[in-house]
């Protein structure tokens, strides 16, 4: 099937940690992007990548680092930088290029809960 | 700085009534506003979309009415069923899908529709 694939599902962090959240997509997107979600605030944007080996900061960077080594992959890192890393991560992809249109197409998410 | 405003933060609504959630922008530049529906503990997928050179779209019971000079949109549900109880993102874009995409995000409508 083809789709966005996040793992894992659920994840806990102990303070001082970094984690890392896997992104994987077989759309053949060129964009991939990060959202986080929290209650009641929507989804904003941590970063995200419009070709391989670039990427740029979204609204919410700081504590996150990510790397886009393959077109399929945009990896994500919570550092132990970010002290409110609790929340729903949400990966997504488009096709690139106006005629692709700009559907947004999102994976179903990651949980990480610091303990 | 909330580029995109929306209202109401929850909404319950009697089965086969209409659900109505609004929303409001800033960036006169914006030139895609796309709703995404989200399930609990799952990814948002989209629902309807709209580009500001229409006043109105509909698909079944969704439609999204658009007032650019007072640079507001809305989604209208009728019919509203309770397999509609989900939350609801407004979003909005500009650039046509260039090197720069990406979506902002409203802070979502929590909609509950009772049998």
């Known amino acids: 099937d083809g789709g966005i694939t996040q793992s894992p599902k659920y994840l806990f962090r102990k303070e001082g940690q970094n984690v890392t959240l896997s992104c994987e997509q077989n759309l053949n997107h060129d964009a991939m992007y990060w959202y986080r979600q929290d209650p009641g605030q929507g989804l904003r944007l941590i970063y995200y990548s419009q070709i391989v080996n670039d990427f740029q900061k979204g609204d919410i960077a700081e504590g996150y680092s990510v790397s886009r080594e393959k077109k399929e992959s945009f990896p994500l890192t919570v550092t132990s930088a970010q002290k409110n890393p609790t929340a729903f991560y949400l990966c997504?992809?488009?096709?690139?290029?106006?005629?692709?249109?700009?559907?947004?197409?999102f994976g179903e998410g990651s949980w990480l809960t610091v303990v | 700085q909330q580029q995109v405003k929306q209202s109401p933060q929850s909404l319950i609504v009697q089965k086969g009534g209409i659900s109505i959630i609004n929303c409001a922008y800033e960036n006169t530049a914006f030139d895609y506003f796309p709703w995404y529906q989200q399930f609990p503990g799952k990814g948002p997928a989209l629902l309807i979309a709209?580009?500001?050179?229409?006043s109105e779209k509909k698909e079944g019971r969704f439609t999204i009415s658009f007032n650019k000079s007072a640079k507001q949109f809305s989604l209208h549900i009728m019919d509203s069923q309770p397999g509609d109880s989900a939350t609801y993102f407004c979003?909005?874009?500009?650039?046509?899908?260039?090197?720069?995409?990406?979506?902002?995000f409203g802070k979502g409508t929590l909609l509950t529709v009772n049998p």
């Open positions: 979003a909005a874009s500009k650039g046509g899908g260039g090197s720069n995409y990406k979506l902002t």
């Open positions: 709209i580009r500001p050179d229409v």
């Open positions: 997504a992809s488009r096709a690139a290029g106006i005629a692709s249109g700009n559907t947004i197409y």
